[in-house]
């Protein structure tokens, strides 16, 4: 059971980094007026690595399951609850928790904890 849980971290990981992935470039940096250009590139550029880093944890929570090595386990789920731990943090109190976003994140944490 802990090693479902921890793949349906995963796959939450996946699916809410590709919500913020979407959600950048369809509503935040289309309405944004961001000078010089270089500055908006930048600000899309880190906010896009965002998303590639919470795509790369899902799928790492994924793999977990069949790593060998129990270390490696211990150390990859514990990276991936503090990486959404402290997004799931900064959302609510960036957004005063009125973005779904938060509770998307602390799902992911919650599973991820449970299936420890």
Avoid: K
């Avoid at 849980?5 to 979407?22: N, P, S, Y």
């Amino acid at each position: 059971m802990r090693d479902v849980l921890l793949q349906c971290a995963g796959v939450t990981a996946i699916v809410v980094a590709l919500i913020h992935g979407v959600l950048g470039e369809t509503v935040v940096f289309a309405h944004a007026s961001i000078t010089p250009e270089r500055l908006r590139t930048l600000l899309r550029v880190v906010w896009q690595a965002s998303t590639v880093a919470w795509i790369g944890c899902g799928v790492l929570l994924i793999a977990v399951p069949w790593m060998e090595s129990e270390p490696a386990r211990h150390w990859t789920v514990m990276t991936a609850i503090a990486v959404f731990g402290l997004a799931a943090v900064g959302n609510a109190w960036a957004t005063r928790a009125r973005h779904f976003g938060w509770i998307m994140l602390a799902g992911v944490v919650a599973m991820a904890a449970a299936g420890y």
